[in-house]
């Protein structure tokens, strides 16, 4: 008698906890999960004791909690995995975007927080140099498909001087506040406009970002606690076979032996029968030029040496941010090309002053490249069977056009 009565008790909280709707501090929002599913997700106060009804195609999908409030995170992020063809969601009230059938516009953004970091500062108030607001608003006008975020979320990691007005009273530090400031309300609009597909970047590491990144953002259903390393997965969507891979931990210009091996391996099992046209994301760019201070080196050496030897012959592009601007690289036929789109709000890096086109990088030189110092965005469209690629400013002007088809990658300017 005393179980049965509990569980009246149980029950009839849990009605009154729907009885009342939660109040919801972000979202919804959809992510590609790594299980091949939609994941619905939705912040709310940190005393809700039921999350909002998820409904998919008509259908009643329970929302459970992911991690318990803390002092740092006092909210409560409910998530729910859907299958991937859904056609028609919603979370509480709310409608949320699904994933056509074939996806057709995709938005590519990276590298999108306002930085303050030590002596590093951008003036988070000003979006001349501080954009992804904006960008957020022109990309979701351009009704996309699907979002995709190379990584690199989570900038404000110190406190904004006090001679510093441009970032006055910015929260800072991996906190709700800080993801709130540089993500989920800037973010808002694209959110509501189509399914995100998120890659961490070394900016959601554990010893910065990563209690959000858990949170809030990573794929998996289950994330637990904060680990600095993920294991890859591979999507099937909207007609795109994708490849993601957390290389956040992966050293740019000193291999470590043990990490080369590690990720050696996971790329033998992601790679291995890789389908026709396929696109390799992670953070990291694999084959790149650096700049800034860090000079005419190459960039990644980790996952260069961890990949060597093992690309497949379906792999056509590996897209990735990190490096902040956009740039373009093709080697020919014998490797992928590689396209860096890390130019979405943090601080511009300085341009290597190196003609891309001949350049060496892992033994192979480049075939045709190009790099711009401006921020934006970039929009994939389906050209037959291959895409075409507009680079967008905040101000929506086109700075810059591609082709890709295969392992083709023409960029210049319009």
């Known amino acids: 008698m005393r179980k049965l009565v509990l569980a009246v008790a149980a029950s009839l909280a849990m009605l009154a906890a729907r009885a009342e709707p939660a109040q919801v501090l972000a979202g919804p929002w959809v992510e590609l999960s790594a299980d091949n599913m939609l994941s619905v997700r939705v ?24 991690g318990v409030a803390t002092g740092d995170f006092p909210i409560t992020v409910c998530a729910a995995e859907v299958p991937l063809a859904t056609q028609k969601l919603s979370i509480g009230d709310t409608q949320a975007p699904v994933l056509p059938a074939t996806v057709n516009r995709i938005v590519v953004i990276g590298d999108t927080g306002c930085r303050i970091e030590g002596k590093a500062l951008q003036n988070c108030d000003d979006t001349s140099e501080w954009p992804f607001p904006v960008i957020a608003k022109q990309a979701a006008a351009m009704k996309p498909d699907l979002v995709i975020h190379v990584g690199d979320y989570y900038y404000r990691e110190t406190a904004c001087p006090a001679d510093h007005p441009g970032c006055a009273k910015s929260p800072f530090g991996d906190n709700w506040d800080a993801w709130k400031a540089d993500l989920t309300v800037p973010a808002a609009p694209l959110f509501a406009a189509a399914p995100w597909l998120t890659v961490r970047g070394n900016h959601e590491l554990c010893k910065r970002g990563g209690i959000g990144w858990t949170r809030l953002l990573d794929p998996r259903a289950k994330p637990g606690r904060c680990e600095d390393e993920s294991p890859p997965y591979r999507l099937h969507a909207g007609g795109l076979d994708l490849m993601v891979f957390d290389d956040a931990n992966a050293d740019d210009l000193k291999p470590d032996p043990a990490k080369v091996a590690d990720y050696a391996k996971q790329f033998a099992t992601l790679l291995n029968g890789a389908p026709p046209h ?15 201070d860090l000079g005419s080196a190459t960039i990644n050496q980790t996952m260069q040496a961890a990949i060597r030897g093992q690309v497949p012959d379906g792999l056509d592009m590996v897209l990735s941010g990190h490096l902040h601007d956009f740039t373009s690289y093709e080697f020919g036929p014998t490797r992928p090309s590689q396209l860096i789109v890390g130019d979405s709000g943090d601080t511009m890096l300085d341009l290597a002053n190196v003609q891309l086109a001949g350049s060496l990088i892992d033994g192979l030189a480049v075939t045709k490249g190009f790099a711009l110092e401006r921020f934006g965005f970039f ?20 700075l810059a056009l591609c082709a890709i088809s295969g392992r083709s990658l023409d960029c210049h300017s319009p």
């Open 278 to 292: 396929s696109w390799l994301l992670l953070h990291r760019p694999v084959w790149a030029l650096a700049q800034g």
């Open 43 to 66: 912040v709310v106060g940190s005393g809700v004791t039921a999350c909002p009804t998820v409904v998919a195609d008509g259908k009643e999908t329970e929302a459970r909690q992911r």
């Open 379 to 398: 929009v994939l469209e389906r050209n037959g069977d291959g895409w075409k690629g507009t680079l967008y400013s905040n101000d929506k002007s086109v």
